[in-house]
């Protein structure tokens, strides 16, 4: 059983590190500030999405399994809210063609 | 060497290149954010060292607040008239100089310290039963060094004196300028409305279990002013106007409750700024509540700057 839990850790959690990875890449490759942002957002969610998950089984009580979960639905909101204002910003500097 | 060494140097590594980096940034604003992302990789070496309250310290004010009052500052530079002169060689090498002795002296301290390093952490152990908390941190700041805490809340309401000091005297009493424009962006209103009620509850429980864990007054406060800072870049709510009683009744609280039970030290414990055993710990967090609300007062008003409003009728 044990095993079974901790290869599950293993996997969630080595997907959310190659999910963070890919975003490092494109935020450092692509071409301009719109798609860095959108791959960065995207990745970034999806990648402590994973990590989260992962560390669930290892959370000693509901409670603090609970404030994971709280923690990655703060995250979501504040990249995704983030994300809306800087290419916001974009549009009106007119840097996002 | 094992993997947590290897870690904990690439970590100190990273930390010591973007300070340089931040140093050697020539927009003001690239070395802001430069400044924040080390305030939040300095928060990650606290952590390493098992200080988690100094952690979340270095998190919520050194890297957050103090980013916010950096950006702030920066946009009003900007709107001042360019200075006539850079300064000149000689000033950028004494100040060079000077910062190198600072920093040269402060490494040699730390270089030759003892091994083991002196330290306070099994007295402020062995006495914490007697205070009635769980947290040595909190037990130091509260009760064993009290007066030095109650001085350092006195500093923060004299800073933003004088941040209020440098207003024109026709605009005394009124408000600071808003900290957005008049039609904010619909995703920061959204942000501040989903985020500012869970804050709240956030920085709240991070001073309520400061009594047992990590967190306490000063992480709690922190919270609660971003929320406030946030809400009113939303322009949800606008700044205070200065003049206002309850706003001024507010931020001295901290520090004048802290010293009203410290003066009745002397009749219900028998020295200033004593606890009455056994009733140490409601007192502790009576004086807390109450300088989380000077906290929470403090850096955003901070933000905001001097008034810039008339004070109207």
Request: charged share 10%; proline share 7%; net charge neutral.
């Amino acid at each position: 059983m044990s095993l079974a839990v901790d290869l599950f850790s293993l996997l969630a959690i080595g997907a959310g590190v190659f999910f963070f990875l890919a975003g490092t890449v494109a935020l450092l490759r692509f071409p301009d500030s719109l798609s860095r942002l959108h791959a960065l957002t995207k990745s970034d969610n999806l990648g402590l999405g994973l990590v989260v998950l992962g560390l669930l089984p290892r959370a000693g009580t509901p409670l603090s399994a609970l404030k994971l979960i709280v923690l990655w639905g703060l995250v979501q909101l504040s990249s995704a809210s983030v994300a809306q204002l800087v290419g916001a910003a974009l549009r009106r500097r007119g840097a996002a063609e | 060497m094992t993997l947590f060494d290897a870690l904990d140097l690439a970590l100190a590594a990273i930390v010591l290149g973007l300070a340089a980096w931040t140093i050697a940034a020539r927009e003001v604003f690239s070395a802001v954010v430069g400044y924040v992302a080390y305030g939040l990789l300095l928060a990650i070496v606290w952590v390493r060292l098992y200080a988690p309250d100094v952690a979340l310290m270095e998190a919520a004010i050194g890297s957050g607040v103090t980013g916010v009052l950096l950006v702030a500052a920066s946009t009003r530079l900007g709107r001042l008239p360019k200075a006539e002169a850079p300064p000149g060689a000689a000033l950028k090498i004494a100040a060079a100089a000077l910062s190198l002795i600072v920093a040269g002296l402060l490494a040699a301290a730390v270089l030759y310290l003892p091994d083991p390093a002196p330290s306070l952490a099994p007295e402020a152990d062995k006495d914490l039963a007697a205070t009635g908390l769980g947290n040595a941190v909190t037990a130091v700041l509260i009760a064993y060094r009290s007066f030095d805490t109650m001085l350092e809340k006195v500093v923060l309401v004299l800073a933003v004196v004088g941040v209020w000091s440098v207003a024109p005297d026709r605009f005394w009493g009124g408000a600071p300028a808003p900290l957005g424009p008049a039609a904010p962006e619909a995703a920061l209103v959204f942000l501040a409305r989903i985020l500012a009620p869970i804050g709240i509850v956030i920085g709240v429980q991070m001073f309520w279990v400061g009594a047992d864990d990590p967190g306490g007054a000063f992480q709690g406060g922190a919270i609660l002013a971003a929320m406030w800072i946030i809400v009113m870049m939303a322009r949800l709510a606008e700044p205070p106007r200065i003049g206002s009683g309850w706003l001024r009744l507010a931020l001295v609280s901290g520090p004048a409750v802290f010293l009203l039970v410290g003066l009745a030290g002397p009749l219900m414990a028998g020295s200033f700024f004593a606890f009455p055993a056994g009733f140490a710990k409601p007192l502790i967090l009576f004086i807390e509540a109450f300088m989380v609300l000077s906290i929470a007062l403090t850096l955003p008003l901070l933000v905001a700057g001097p008034p810039s409003r008339e004070a109207g009728p």
